[in-house]
């Protein structure tokens, strides 16, 4: 050892040698531990200076040989347990913990069970320090036992309590932990009533009771502690009294049966059903207490009552009046009843259902709260309006109108709820009905808002029947002569009047469209054109599809100006006249014509007479002398130009002249004059205008006539006096186009279609405009196969006008009905071994179809191979042996399916029950066949170990099972005849056998033969590990040494450890897990002898550190460990070396001796060779110039 720390400290001194001291200490590295916390374990009770365990090398490695480390705990430790210490071996400072000596120094782990220690490391030459985490886990050891709480228990079973039943659960507890807290519970006597479980404490049944045999069972139940069991102790800590108290079983529970009854409307105090309860239990027990509703009387309307005191019948009656309205459908009171027995047993529930004496089957409800719909002012008597509909519908349901304003203009079909007009209805009546639609039983009821749709249903009405008008003649164009007016009673644009003059010929007169103004559009004269003009004018609507339209005579009279000058029929007169002529004669008569009528004219003489020679008649126009001509004056003068005017007495005509030359000679009077033509012109343009007047008046009549609606309708003659329909046809399917034509147009030949008659079930409707027939409601040939509708066809013209025919319906059958079974469902028992090709059952359906569409057959739609039916009969038969325990029930699904042939066939099915009869033809089985189980070789005697499931699928007696084991194992087991469970009642021991093969028997008790069957129980006994102690080497380090030239293969050294198990758990083996010699050497794991398995060089490494584990070979194997420190000594197995390989000194010639020339350095790596070199000239020297010394090398 000394020469070791010898040799470091030289080496050391080599690497320092230039540097003083301070500055080695300076580059000292600082200390540190191999982790910065260590895990370790100690067990409670330890005991003083006892080391803690460590599973890694707890410590700081020395890199300093000048380091002197000391340990110290310097918290965690307060109640002053542990000590650290410090071991050094080779260049490791171990930390080793103990535990303190006294008696108050003791680990107790229920206490506290761990501690965390904070370990200091200080150096003392350079105080430097270094601190770890050392956690402390204390280890249970088992020093306590379980204990009972409580320690005594009591429970009462009915006698009826199934086998297999928990009864009970008792409780320990082992405040050790592990294994050492582990125990079992068990009966301390043993018993075939009752088992526990070993580790739940859970008690069960395992026999049936029997009140009369035995009322009371006293069990005493033990807890082992397994841990003690391991060390070889009893291991009885403690014992519990379970006292079990068996009562008489109120086994059989009430059965309910019922029949209900249909009391009738009169019945004052009306039984619903009678109920009878019975119970099959034995005094108290079968006595019931009572019969109760527990639902479905919400408002608790029904009571039961016993027919009489004791009685075990009750009927089911009201408590006061019932509310059927909310329930139209009836009640379903769930009943249940209670015995007396303790506890009472309470019956399955019943469900009765109680109807109305007067049956409804559901609330009556229409299908919307409010209907709302339009329908035309065109539409015609009998028009549908809308179809109100009530659910559920009932053969008794009935639709009423409730007394509402505007009903009288509807009707109702009571059966079907059609609504339809009686009469055409106008919006300027009312715009909209609300009716109210009730069923007869006025439990529902429905508004029905119609809204009448305007149309132009209205012609246009002058506000007068007739105008008269006049006015002047000469008027400017363009003059308002009059104003019409019309109204129409029509909505909209149906209702908006425009006016014409619907005249043929032409009159002097415009009208404005909108204000009905009549104006002159020419110059009207009195005297040419007509006085009295008839003026037609029309009043139109703007409506669709036609204008209505009205027209009225309006009379205007042309009022006569005198607005025409008169005009003279004879111009520019000359002529003589004797101047013999007689005063007073006349000389010529003038005339002159006023267009005017009734206008007098007068004339007058205006110039020429200025010798009142003349005198001219202002009325006649006859002109005269009035003087002499042969006297006076008038002698002298022989010629005279008389200008003379007519006048009407505002307008003068244009003056002629009469020049008159008074002749000697006797001669008449002679006067020529130019005719002006005007009476004949005036007198044509009269008659013409007389013409035009008497044409207008015919053309206008014969338009009156025209516009006259003057046709019927007329359906074509090619419609059909009947029709068929098939009762599937669609609803809203079209059937017949019902047309028919009118010769007058418009309104007069718009026509509107209804169905007059025939429609008493509502299924058909027509179209008002286009007189299509439809389907409004679904037919049915089986309710109604004929159908005589009686279709009406309107205009609307004024006044209407309307035709009708007859039209023959017939319904023809489709495949709209499936077959019906006369029952619901069908249900059979049969015994399971009747003979094939035995009839079980008949079932039969029928269908309302005609022909191929109503004949039936059968099918079975199941899949099945143990039945079948007869396809025409309906009989099923059994065709394949019965087995009630593969199938004790089949439901067949049989179909009835009728054979129509032109469309798709229909079908209903039924469900038929077959429930099979049980005869004992199956022995008991197993479940499963056979079993395997591990049990622990420590369980306690009395311990079920498993519980065996023999399953008879017979009934009754033939199903009930005993076990027996046939093979005991040894008299180890044993099997209750009645649960099944198989019970140790030995104890068992690994080391002894391991596995057990039993033979168990079930045997049923049926009758005259029991069957039975036979299975086989595999118990493998599971070693329980007895590996108490851990292997224990004798030191916790050991220290090898080893040449570094030894060859590989060599021993080093032997480590031993000892366990105080035995057997398996005792075996060691040794391995090296860890270390830096891992791979350098090997462990036998035999002998724990320690090889090298490499060369080894101490020069490269000088020693080496191993962790060698030995591992016992229990089943759950246990180790320690111990670490190995190996120096290698050293060998002189290495030759010097010079620090040079090849040197190259110079010297001067005739350099004296002793001179030297160069320092050779040599080094051997060798530890005990350093200060042994020698140094010779070996060659290159024959004359001997050079010299070595032999010690320090200098040449």
């Known amino acids: 050892m000394g020469r070791d720390l010898a040799l470091i400290l030289l080496l050391l001194f080599q690497h320092y040698g230039d540097s003083d001291g301070s500055q080695r200490l300076e580059h000292t590295p600082s200390i540190q531990f191999t982790h910065f916390q260590y895990n370790v374990t100690v067990h409670e009770n330890s005991a003083a200076k006892t080391y803690v365990g460590h599973p890694v090398k707890m410590g700081i490695y020395i890199t300093n040989p000048v380091w002197d480390l000391r340990y110290k705990i310097v918290s965690g430790d307060n109640e002053n347990l542990f000590k650290a210490e410090e071991y050094i071996l080779g260049d490791f400072c171990f930390l080793r913990i103990r535990t303190k000596g006294g008696n108050t120094a003791i680990l107790n782990r229920e206490v506290k069970d761990h501690y965390t220690l904070i370990v200091k490391a200080v150096e003392k030459n350079s105080n430097a320090e270094a601190r770890t985490e050392v956690r402390v886990q204390v280890l249970d050891t088992n020093d306590l036992r379980p204990l009972f709480s409580p320690t005594s228990y009591s429970v009462s079973l009915p006698e009826n309590t199934a086998v297999r039943t928990s009864i009970a659960r008792v409780s320990a507890t082992d405040a050790d932990i592990g294994t050492n807290g582990e125990f079992y519970y068990s009966f301390k006597d043993r018993t075939d009533m009752f088992a526990i479980h070993p580790t739940s404490g859970v008690v069960v049944l395992t026999g049936r009771l029997d009140y009369i045999e035995t009322q009371l069972y006293e069990l005493e139940i033990l807890a082992v502690d397994r841990g003690m069991k391991l060390y070889g102790s009893s291991g009885i800590s403690s014992m519990a009294k379970l006292t079990v108290h068996v009562e008489q079983a109120n086994e059989c529970a009430p059965v309910i049966t019922a029949v209900t009854l249909s009391p009738s409307e009169l019945d004052k105090d009306p039984t619903f059903a009678i109920v009878t309860v019975d119970d099959c239990d034995q005094g108290a027990n079968g006595e019931i207490a009572s019969l109760t509703i527990v639902a479905g009387d919400l408002l608790q309307q029904f009571r039961t009552v016993r027919s009489f005191p004791g009685s075990k019948e009750y009927k089911l009656k009201a408590i006061s009046g019932i509310d059927w309205d909310s329930h139209p459908f009836g009640y379903n009171l769930t009943l249940q009843a209670k015995d007396k027995g303790t506890p009472p047993q309470f019956s399955p529930v019943k469900v009765i259902r109680v109807i109305s004496p007067q049956f409804k089957a559901g609330p009556v409800k229409f299908e919307k709260d409010v209907y709302r719909v339009e329908i035309s002012e065109f539409a015609p008597p009998n028009t549908p309006v809308v179809m109100v509909k009530a659910t559920p519908s009932y053969s008794h349901l009935r639709y009423v109108f409730k007394s509402t304003p505007g009903k009288a203009k509807f009707s109702l079909n009571h059966n079907t709820g059609l609504i339809s007009i009686l009469e055409p209805i106008k919006r300027q009546q009312a715009s909209h009905f609300e009716l109210e639609v009730t069923t007869n039983d006025r439990k529902a009821s429905t508004k029905v808002l119609v809204k009448i749709l305007g149309t132009n249903s209205n012609p246009p009405e002058f506000i007068q029947t007739a105008y008269k008008a006049s006015f002047d003649e000469n008027v400017p164009i363009g003059t308002t002569v009059m104003t019409v007016s019309a109204i129409d009673p029509d909505e909209g644009e149906n209702g908006y009047v425009t006016y014409s003059i619907a005249n043929l010929n032409h009159v002097p007169f415009v009208i404005d469209h909108f204000s009905g103004a009549v104006s002159t559009s020419e110059n009207l004269d009195y005297e040419l054109m007509p006085r009295v003009y008839t003026v037609r004018i029309r009043a139109s609507d703007w409506g669709l599809p036609y204008r209505r339209e009205v027209e009225a005579l309006h009379t205007i009279t042309l009022n006569n100006l005198n607005d025409n000058t008169p005009l003279f029929e004879k111009v520019n007169c000359e002529g003589t006249v004797p101047r013999d002529l007689g005063v007073g004669e006349q000389i010529t008569t003038v005339s002159a014509i006023d267009a005017d009528e009734l206008q007098l004219v007068r004339y007058q003489i205006e110039a020429g007479n200025e010798l009142d020679l003349f005198t001219l008649n202002p009325n006649s126009g006859v002109l005269s002398l009035k003087q002499s001509l042969m006297d006076g004056l008038g002698a002298k003068v022989s010629f005279h130009s008389l200008r003379i005017t007519a006048t009407d007495g505002e307008n003068f005509a244009t003056p002629i002249y009469i020049n008159i030359t008074v002749a000697a000679s006797r001669k008449p009077v002679n006067l020529q004059c130019e005719e002006t033509g005007v009476a004949k012109m005036l007198a044509e343009k009269l008659l013409q205008a007389n013409k035009l007047h008497s044409q207008d008046e015919v053309k206008d009549i014969f338009f009156d006539s025209h516009s006259v609606n003057a046709h019927a309708p007329q359906f074509r003659s090619t419609l059909p006096v009947g029709i068929e329909v098939k009762e599937n046809h669609p609803v809203g399917s079209s059937m017949i186009f019902m047309n028919a034509t009118d010769l007058d147009s418009g309104f007069n030949g718009k026509l509107v279609y209804a169905i007059s008659g025939g429609n008493e079930d509502s299924c058909f409707i027509i179209d008002i405009e286009t007189g299509m027939l439809k389907i409004l409601s679904p037919l049915d040939r089986e309710t109604a196969d004929r159908y005589t509708l009686n279709i009406t066809v309107y205009d609307l013209g004024i006044p209407q006008k309307a035709a009708w025919r007859l039209l023959d319906i017939t319904v023809l059958d489709t495949n709209d009905n499936p077959p019906e079974f006369l029952q ?340 051997d790596p060798d530890s005990s060779s350093n200060d042994k070199l020698t140094f010779k000239i070996t060659s290159g020297n024959p004359q001997g110039f050079f010299s070595i010394h032999p010690k320090t090398g200098m040449c």
């Open 824 to 1163: 619901e469902h069908y249900f059979v028992e049969v015994s399971e071994d009747k003979d094939i090709n035995s009839e079980i059952i008949q079932v039969e359906a029928t269908d309302k179809d005609l022909g191929s569409n109503g004949h039936v057959t059968y099918s079975i739609l199941t899949d099945t191979d143990k039945f079948a039916i007869d396809s025409m009969t309906g009989v099923v038969k059994i065709v394949q042996p019965l087995d009630r325990e593969l199938q004790p029930v089949h439901y067949l699904k049989i179909e009835a399916r009728d054979q129509a042939k032109e469309e798709p066939q229909l079908f209903s099915t039924v469900l038929l029950k077959i429930s099979l009869e049980d005869v004992n033809d199956n022995p008991p089985r197993f479940v499963p066949p056979n079993y395997r189980v591990k049990v622990r070789e420590d369980l306690p005697e009395g311990t079920i170990i498993m519980w065996l499931e023999a399953y008879d699928p017979d009934l009754g007696q033939s199903s009930q099972v005993r076990y027996s084991l046939m093979d005991h194992g040894e008299g180890n087991f044993d099997v209750d005849k009645l649960s099944g469970a198989v019970r140790i009642v030995h104890q068992l021991d690994f080391e002894k056998k391991q596995i057990y093969n039993l033979t168990v028997r079930a045997k049923d008790k049926g009758k005259p033969v029991s069957l039975s069957s036979t299975c086989y129980v595999e118990v493998e006994v599971i070693d329980v590990n007895e590996n108490l102690h851990a292997p224990v080497f004798a030191s916790f380090v050991e220290k090898g040494i080893v040449k570094e030239d030894v060859p590989i293969g060599s021993s080093v050294m032997t480590v031993s450890a000892h366990d105080e198990d035995t057997g398996r758990d005792g075996e060691i083996r040794y391995s090296i897990r860890d270390g830096s010699g891992v791979g350098v050497f090997r462990i036998d794991e035999e002998t724990g002898i320690i090889e090298t398995s490499d060369r080894l060089d101490r020069e490269s490494t000088p020693h080496y550190w191993l962790t060698v584990y030995a591992t016992d070979q229990g089943v759950v194997p246990l180790s320690s460990y111990i670490e190995i420190y190996i120096e290698v000594e050293d060998v002189n197995d290495n030759a010097p070396q010079t620090s040079e390989p090849v040197y190259y000194p110079e010297v001067m010639e005739n350099s004296p001796k002793e001179v030297s020339v160069v320092q050779i350095e040599a080094f």
